[in-house]
């Protein structure tokens, strides 16, 4: 009981005055339907709820689905559509696949597999700095179908191997002379690499599946 997140009542308060505040007081705009204001009203509600910490993500997402199913806000009068509604999001093949995903991706930061594949690939290849580069780049190839964010993947990952090579060569980010020895030549093919590869899989990214969707 001691582990579990206590929950933050000012963000929480912010999160519901926000929602109603729009449902209640903040008219739909012309053209938008009563019901779509007030599903609107429940998002915003939720990011601010996320955004402030309220309570861990689950929690928060599990009383978002339900508001949706409870207000009936997208069938309106019709209870079993509303909960379906709610409930489409787990019946996406993709969603699903993002999820797995992300527990691969978990594993991997904790048992420092994602580390070791990337100093492997290095003890190969990295002779050269041009060798350091192309591991680097190999590394977040492997990792990109199994790290859903590109974020945890580029900085939680690859970027602690980039920084320590650079440190063992003496390339310090806050010296101006020896920033440019290696260490910004490895930052940038950091920078560089990550976007592609969060470009070549479905997985490598969240917002991928909803590009896949559109």
Not at 50 to 61: E, V
Not at 109 to 128: D, E, V
Not at 154 to 162: C, L, N, R, Y
């Amino acid at each position: 009981m001691s582990q579990l997140k206590p929950i933050r009542p000012i963000p929480g308060l912010i999160a519901l005055s926000l929602t109603l505040l729009i449902w209640f007081v903040i008219p739909a705009p012309e053209g938008v339907q009563e019901n779509a204001w007030q599903l609107l009203a429940l998002f915003i509600g939720t990011i601010a709820a996320i955004i402030g910490k309220a309570l861990p993500i689950g929690a928060i997402s599990v009383i978002a689905i339900a508001s949706v199913a409870l207000t009936q806000v997208t069938s309106p009068g019709d209870a079993k559509a509303s909960l379906d509604d709610a409930l489409s999001g787990f019946s996406n093949s993709l969603i699903w696949l993002i999820g797995i995903s992300m527990i691969i991706s978990v594993s991997l930061n904790k048992t420092g597999l994602g580390a070791r594949i990337g100093y492997w690939l290095i003890s190969l290849f990295g002779k050269r700095s041009l060798g350091i580069a192309y591991s680097l780049t190999f590394s977040e190839l492997i990792l990109a179908p199994v790290t859903p964010s590109n974020t945890a993947r580029g900085g939680g990952i690859i970027h602690p191997i980039m920084k320590s090579i650079a440190d063992s060569f003496d390339s310090k980010p806050d010296d101006p002379a020896s920033s440019k020895k290696i260490g910004r030549f490895l930052a940038l093919v950091n920078y560089n690499t990550n976007p592609i590869t969060s470009a070549m899989f479905i997985t490598a990214t969240a917002p991928n599946p909803l590009i896949v969707n559109l």
